[in-house]
């Protein structure tokens, strides 16, 4: 009998290197996990359509929790339409609170929707790269707009050369009951600054995916490397982190490991 009912794992840094692609170890873990009935979850900052994407990508798709736990969904697959089983967006007065704060500090978000979608306004702080990536997903209209709509799940700058007035914007944020997630970024590099509803983790989504599946009081093994993975790292019963990850995240690792492109994350099969 396995020693864990849930596995739930970060992906880019994670399960997946920056180029989202997956150890040969890894996938076979994966498949073993699979094979022994244990569920696996994933849990990232990353929105839904980015998510599909890197499932599409990598070969892998899991029951998802988005945009670092604002939005959780099973995705479409042969046999089963898309199930969504959680969102938590922000109420509107909490909205705009956040975009007065950032813009009050010199930057302007750009916000993500529960479809995947993103406002991105004209005159956002947000990276050119960063920009590029949204492709179609791209709304060109003010973060305000969206707020409007009360479907807004994430606010973020990401890849700035500058982390001027970032800083300044977590402190303001975290005042108010927001939840951010300021860090180095690795994959556009600069500095990222991110915000999701007050009350919002991914451990909160994990929670809502238990409840979905009707698993209760399961043993939880987690796999995080980020600063928005220390909720979930605490709330798990074996947590593992990633070698040359979040210091906060490390330190609540019952165990770090070995990189995703050293195949760190089959570590997971010692607990079955």
């Known amino acids: 009998m396995s020693e864990i ?154 890849g700035v050369d500058d982390e001027a007035g970032l800083d300044e914007v977590g402190v303001a944020l975290r005042a108010i009951g927001v939840a951010t997630d300021p860090y180095r970024e690795s994959i556009y590099g600069g500095w990222s600054m991110s915000a999701q509803p007050p009350g919002v983790s991914k451990w909160l989504g994990v929670q809502r995916y238990c409840e979905f599946i009707g698993l209760a009081n399961p043993r939880v093994l987690a796999l995080g490397d980020g600063g928005n993975d220390v909720e979930l790292l605490d709330g798990a019963d074996i947590a593992l982190g990633i070698d040359g990850g979040d210091s906060e995240a490390l330190a609540l690792a019952d ?4 990189p995703p492109e050293a195949g760190g994350w089959a570590t997971v099969l010692e607990y079955l």
């Open 5 to 158: 009912d849930l596995v739930v794992t970060d992906l880019d840094g994670t399960l997946w290197d920056h180029n989202v692609e997956v150890h040969p170890g890894s996938r076979a873990a994966v498949a073993t996990l699979a094979e022994r009935g244990v569920p696996v979850l994933a849990a990232t900052g990353r929105r839904k359509v980015s998510t599909l994407r890197g499932f599409d990508r990598s070969g892998l798709t899991f029951p998802a929790v988005t945009v670092n736990g604002a939005f959780g969904f099973v995705p479409e697959t042969a046999d089963v339409a898309e199930h969504e089983f959680h969102r938590a967006p922000f109420d509107l007065e909490t909205a705009m609170a956040v975009l007065d704060t950032y813009r009050s500090c010199g930057h302007i978000p750009v916000a993500y929707n529960i479809d995947g979608t993103a406002h991105v306004s004209a005159d956002t702080t947000t990276s050119q790269r960063h920009i590029e990536s949204f492709t179609s997903d791209a709304i060109y209209a003010p973060p305000e707009e969206a707020a409007r709509l009360g479907e807004i799940v994430g606010f973020a700058v990401v």
């Open 255 to 258: 165990r770090i490991i070995a």
